[in-house]
């Protein structure tokens, strides 16, 4: 399949994507990474891996409507079976949302429901909490709020700070989100009136705990 990775930043979720797309544990190729900011680490990722990308700045574009457009537009040629938000810092219009239901998978920093969206490890531990994670979700139009696919949960360490919590989270999604890839690529993994489902079978409200996958 063709997969369609959408960043801001330094690119590592994508990284993962690539590496398992390449040592084959992902059926399918990453065809186009598309970036809402310049000269971020994670386009050279791209560059260093031979796949195509571009850069659609949202400033030059007068409404959040407008740029999602042109990201629809961008992404026309390539044909994404599958569009992963990979540490995409926008907030999605239904105009981008639309065409791509149902194959928009995002990740989040925290064991959705709780904590969406920012500052989520710093939330997790102000509220004093045992655990913190991350979990990958259908995209719909409410903010974080897609049925959830598959989580990861990180415990919380006496002394651990936002830096610290997050780079072990990161850790763990590095994990989850091509896990959730190959069984979209697959054909395992679907968003349907009921929710999402793998191999036919509905999932849990919160998806399911990667432990038992990984």
Known sequence: MNIAVLISGAGSNLKALIDACSDGHIDGRVALVLSNRPGVEGLRHADSAGIANR????????SRE????????????????LVILAGFMRILTPE???????????IHPSLLPKYP??????????????????????V????DGGPPVVFARVPIDPGDDADSLARRVQAREHQIYPLAAQWYCSGRLALTNDGARLDGRVLPAGGLDADDYL
């Open 140 to 143: 719909t139009e409410e903010l």
């Open 55 to 62: 850069v659609i700045d949202h400033r030059a574009y007068a």
């Open 96 to 106: 981008f949302i639309g065409p791509f239901e149902g194959r928009l998978l995002n």
């Open 117 to 138: 969206g920012l500052n989520t490890h710093q939330r997790a531990l102000d509220a004093g909490d045992a655990e913190a994670g991350s979990t990958v979700h259908f």
């Open 66 to 81: 407008a740029f999602d457009c042109a990201l629809v537009d961008a992404l026309a040629p390539c044909k994404p079976d």
